[in-house]
């Protein structure tokens, strides 16, 4: 069973920076996140869960939500076995729950933000609040 872990959210002012990680684990030690597409999603008070970004298998594709498009940055470290979201010029309506997950799609380097059920394994969610 995959577990997946976030971490680096927090309060910042508008225009600052948070880096969120991704950490990924298993019963077996010797598992491979690259075979796993992994996604970042959100979600704020009163709204629905949205996707932000994904990146493929091996780091093969990466998408971005418009709102975020320029301004945030998705990476994986294949040795560490993590994912990361950089978050630059960060506004208030980015505040909210964020959310890693990942979906196996097979051997491509595809994925995708926008079909929820595509993921199987959520970690529990890291608190980003912006607000001066």
């Known amino acids: 069973q995959l577990q997946l872990v976030e971490s680096g959210g927090g309060l910042v002012q508008p225009g600052g920076s948070l880096r969120l990680s991704c950490a990924a684990s298993?019963?077996?030690?010797?598992?491979?996140?690259?075979?796993?597409?992994i996604g970042w999603f959100r979600q704020a008070p009163g709204k629905e869960r949205e996707g932000v970004s994904c990146i493929g298998l091996n780091g093969g594709e990466t998408t971005y939500a418009d709102s975020v498009k320029g301004r945030f940055t998705i990476s994986r470290d294949r040795a560490l076995k993590m994912v990361y979201l950089q978050m630059n010029s960060l506004k208030p309506e980015d505040s909210a729950v964020y959310y890693c997950?990942?979906?196996?799609?097979?051997?491509?380097?595809?994925?995708?933000?926008?079909?929820?059920?595509?993921?199987?394994?959520w970690g529990q969610g890291t608190q980003v609040t912006v607000s001066s």
């Open positions: 997950a990942a979906a196996r799609y097979g051997d491509s380097g595809y994925c995708r933000t926008d079909q929820l059920t595509d993921y199987d394994h």
């Open positions: 298993a019963f077996n030690s010797a598992f491979k996140l690259d075979v796993y597409a």
